[in-house]
């Protein structure tokens, strides 16, 4: 069965710096990667997937997200952060032979001023 | 854009009580899923379904139930409440044209049980 981890609980950054939320995949054959964003009282909000193609993968808000298949890895980034960033972050994976999708546990980014 | 509409933000609930979380999504998407969210746990599958009146128990389906009588609406019921079912809940759905097909979530149910 696949599964996800996210490393960190929670990431915090300034402002203006770059920032990377991690995640690693294990998956039976090819992955199905896909990062949400999760606003205080909202639900999740879709913001990349990886398909196949490109290992770098660009999303909404400025986001992307490199997949490296060595390292299993799929790690979230932004080259600036912005405060309103700050939001609890989900990674995702789902086995290409199926619709269970699985969740990390989730880290929560904060950007500071 | 895609929109899921759960019928409520808040509701608190007494022990014993059988309550209904309800859910509608307006584009015609076959797949739909129940989750909930607790903190350091993530999201956790309850149930699921891929087409009306069909469902499929995911990883923590004890004391829930669900129906599925309209392609648009998902219902989720706690048959007897409990206080361990304080929590979280998200609706999702989306297409079924295959795994590369992201899921898109209700706003969520926050659930007390007392």
């Known amino acids: 069965a696949q599964s996800v981890a996210q490393p960190e609980d929670q990431v915090n950054v300034a402002e203006g710096n770059p920032l990377t939320v991690k995640c690693t995949y294990s998956?039976?054959?090819?992955?199905?990667l896909f990062w949400y964003v999760q606003y205080p009282n909202r639900g999740l909000q879709f913001l990349l997937k990886?398909?196949?193609?490109?290992?770098l993968v660009k999303g909404s808000y400025g986001f992307e997200a490199e997949f490296n298949k060595s390292q299993t890895s799929f790690h979230l980034k932004k080259p600036s952060a912005l405060v309103s960033d700050s939001a609890l972050y989900f990674c995702a994976v789902r086995a290409y032979n199926n619709n269970d999708m699985r969740f990390g546990a989730g880290t929560r980014l904060t950007v500071k001023p | 854009d895609v929109k899921v509409t759960q019928s409520s933000r808040y509701l608190v609930k007494r022990t014993g009580e059988k309550v209904f979380l309800e859910c509608v999504q307006d584009?015609?998407?076959?797949?739909m899923f129940w989750y909930r969210q607790d903190p350091g746990l993530g999201l956790r599958l309850i149930y699921f379904s891929y087409d009306v009146k069909m469902k499929e128990k995911g990883d923590i389906p004890e004391g829930y139930s669900v129906s599925r009588e309209k392609k648009e609406r998902f219902s989720l019921i706690l048959e007897s409440a409990s206080t361990n079912q304080t929590s979280m809940y998200l609706c999702?759905?989306?297409?079924?044209?295959?795994?590369?097909?992201?899921?898109?979530f209700g706003d969520g149910t926050r659930l007390s049980i007392l």
């Open positions: 998956v039976s054959g090819n992955p199905y």
């Open positions: 584009m015609d998407h076959e797949n």
């Open positions: 990886y398909i196949t193609g490109d290992n």
């Open positions: 999702a759905s989306s297409w079924a044209r295959g795994p590369n097909q992201p899921q898109h």
